[in-house]
């Protein structure tokens, strides 16, 4: 919905190499307006996957957000599953404009091959956009709060939730604060389901 509202965001998305459907409501998008997505991908399923893959190889990974200590005890956290990880370097999100560069540096320094950015959107997407030309790594993901899954600072949905498509609602259940965010999910349903209206015209 943010990008359907910003012009701008939307133009940066689409610079991106890979969009994935984070969320069931862009997969039940794509099946109203007839370009079916064949099922939802969310950012923490897609990093633990990358996790299975890099851990026993030489990549280098960085994990880049979160408060203060959260990196740390992911890494932590991570070393236990993934024994042969090899974690270079960790920075939290807390950052001031200028400090970008330095950021960028750090990064660089740590010869990391993958970067997860985990800033939360739209936060991580405008970052990886504004930095990606003078990164040195190969990857780099947004991956929203999955580190503090990681570090165990906050708790993924029961698998049920996963595979229903209710993730959002048992977030909603264990932050009510969300309720503001949420309410933008009958006006993206009714968005997509007026562009179908719309197709089916045309």
């Given at each position: ?101 330095e950021i960028v540096e ?97």
């Amino acid at each position: 919905m943010h990008a359907y509202k910003n012009e701008e965001f939307a133009d940066l998305l689409n610079r991106a190499d890979l969009l994935t459907a984070d969320g069931i409501g862009v997969v039940y998008a794509s099946k109203i307006l007839k370009k079916p997505i064949k099922e939802r991908a969310a950012g923490y399923d897609i990093a633990r996957k990358v996790l299975e893959k890099i851990n026993y190889t030489d990549h280098k990974l960085f994990l880049f957000g979160g408060k203060p200590g959260v990196a740390e005890t992911a890494k932590k956290n991570l070393e236990k599953d993934y024994p042969d990880l090899n974690i270079v370097g960790m920075r939290n999100g807390y950052f001031k404009p200028e400090e970008e560069p330095e950021i960028v540096e750090e990064i660089n320094n740590s010869d990391a091959d993958i970067v997860f950015v985990c800033l939360g959107a739209p936060k991580q997407e405008q970052w990886i956009d504004r930095n990606a030309a003078n990164l040195k790594a190969r990857v780099a993901m947004g991956i929203g709060g999955s580190l503090d899954v990681f570090a165990g600072t906050a708790e993924r949905a029961p698998e049920f939730f996963c595979n229903h498509g209710l993730e959002w609602l048992y977030r909603l259940y264990k932050e009510p604060w969300r309720i503001g965010r949420m309410m933008e999910l009958p006006k993206f349903a009714a968005t997509v389901v007026a562009k179908g209206k719309k197709y089916k015209q045309d």
